[in-house]
């Protein structure tokens, strides 16, 4: 089966690059603040690791909202990074780019500690899942580490320093904050392996 990863750019969807190696990367900017520090970490991570790495753009920056955009956060926002349909939204155009390249299946880069926005929860790519796989082209979306931590993903993969350090997990910048909840988490998880992000 050809496989086809969501590569944000990010510590999880890159561990999953490493770990089950798909035959290509998609990276999509849709019109969110750190696009291109996301599609620099990517193209990396698909050089080190061989895999080709496919790039769809769609500005749809209009619709944002919180730290990932230029909007305040909507009042209905869980959370600062929030952004209205956002994983409906990537998938949707990753999926496209996936059955261009002739993927049958889609990966997803969420962990167990997506699950404080519904469009994290494995319930919400099952029925992703369910929706695309429907459809002409038949694709199906996986999100192997959902029922991982960030940490327990890293080490399963066990993906070298040397690669996960091409990560870029800040919501507000193309250069790491430290402040937002992207850059917060990639700290902790950084401790969490022993591992000290300064």
Same mark, same amino acid.
Do not use: E, F, H, K
């Given at each position: 089966? /050809?496989? =086809? #990863?969501? #590569?944000s750019g990010g510590q999880d969807s890159t561990a999953i690059a490493y770990w089950l190696r798909p035959e290509f990367g998609i990276t999509v900017d849709y019109g969110q603040r750190p696009s291109q520090a996301e599609l620099n970490a990517a193209k990396q991570i698909c050089t080190d690791l061989h895999m080709e790495h496919v790039v769809v753009k769609a500005d749809c920056s209009r619709l944002g909202s919180g730290d990932l955009s230029e909007s305040p956060a909507l009042s209905v926002a869980p959370s600062s990074e929030w952004w209205p349909y956002r994983n409906q939204?990537? /998938?949707? #155009? $990753?999926? *496209? =780019? $996936?059955?261009a390249h002739g993927a049958q299946e889609l #990966? /997803? *880069?969420a962990v167990a500690n997506d699950a404080g926005h519904a469009d994290g929860r494995i319930e919400f790519f099952k029925a992703m899942d369910t929706l695309m796989s429907m459809q002409e082209g038949g694709l199906r979306v996986r999100a192997p580490a959902i029922e991982l931590n960030s940490t327990e993903l890293i080490k399963k993969s066990k993906i070298p320093m040397e690669i996960l350090c091409w990560a870029h997990s800040c919501h507000r910048s193309n250069f790491a904050c430290g402040q937002c909840r992207g850059c917060v988490k990639h700290k902790n998880v950084m401790f969490e392996l022993g591992v000290s992000p300064y």
């Open positions: 089966m /050809i496989s =086809a #990863l969501l #590569l939204l990537v /998938i949707t #155009l $990753a999926a *496209g =780019a $996936a059955l #990966l /997803i *880069g």
